[in-house]
T-cell receptor
Framework: EIVLTQSPGTLSLSPGERATLSCRASHSISNGFLAWYQQKPGQAPRLLMFGASTRATGTPDRFSGSGSGSGTDFTLTISRLDPEDFAIYYC??????????FGQGTKVEVK | VQLVESGGASVQPGRSLRLSCATS????????MHWVRRLPGKGLEWVSGVSWNGIDAYADSVKGRFTISRDNAEKSLHLQMYSLGIDDTALYYC???WGGGALDLLFDSWGQGTLVTVSS
């Protein structure tokens, strides 16, 4: 089973700043099947990105995703934090029932 | 797309519980459906999924204790949970598969969740 480790655990930033979230996989994730979700307090998770770098419907273009050639290092970048972006972000491997694991989450909070 | 869970409750260890998810706004028959839970103080865990044609899959942590089912006529999803333990305490979400009927475990719509508390 692939373990996903997200860092940092908490990111304290101000609106307008750039946020860089990391997700590291214990083994290579094939085909870039890596997704990012956003969850705000009291709300359901929302799919932001899939295929490591493809925005889901409705995801603003200030969000971007990337992955390394090794298939183990992935990044979610928020170019300029909007007040509505302060939330917890989860990465997830997908592609079948033997996958589906989530990272432990990164909380983006107001500094 | 609307997903509305129900059935969550506070139960004692060893008891059973059945969760349901009522859906609308999409062609239910065409999509795989899932249960994902948020564990207290921890993150998200995929629990179980069922393909459009009834093929089911489970996380190791619930295999043999939980049974997922779908009713395409009623456009509903269910999760029968047996032998509940303290570690099953969580907010249980119903989630729709992004790509279609297969179990790819990419979730593009979620309900608001139903709370299951297992405590003596």
């Amino acid at each position: 089973e692939i373990v996903l480790t997200q860092s940092p655990g908490t990111l304290s930033l101000s609106p307008g700043e750039r946020a860089t979230l990391s997700c590291r996989a214990s083994h290579s994730i094939s085909n870039g099947f890596l997704a990012w979700y956003q969850q705000k307090p009291g709300q359901a998770p929302r799919l932001l990105m899939f295929g490591a770098s493809t925005r889901a419907t409705g995801t603003p273009d200030r969000f971007s995703g990337s992955g390394s050639g090794s298939g183990t290092d992935f990044t979610l970048t928020i170019s300029r934090l909007d007040p509505e972006d302060f939330a917890i972000y989860y990465c997830q491997q997908y592609g079948g029932p033997d996958r589906g694991t989530f990272g432990q989450g990164t909380k983006v909070e107001v500094k | 797309v609307q997903l509305v869970e129900s059935g969550g409750a506070s139960v004692q260890p060893g008891r059973s519980l059945r969760l349901s998810c009522a859906t609308s706004g999409f062609t239910f028959d065409d999509y795989a459906m899932h249960w994902v839970r948020r564990l207290p103080g921890k993150g998200l865990e995929w629990v179980s999924g069922v393909s459009w044609n009834g093929i089911d899959a489970y996380a190791d942590s619930v295999k043999g204790r939980f049974t997922i089912s779908r009713d395409n006529a009623e456009k509903s999803l269910h999760l029968q949970m047996y032998s509940l333990g303290i570690d099953d305490t969580a907010l249980y979400y119903c989630a729709k598969e992004w790509g279609g009927g297969a179990l790819d475990l990419l979730f593009d719509s979620w309900g608001q969740g139903t709370l299951v508390t297992v405590s003596s």
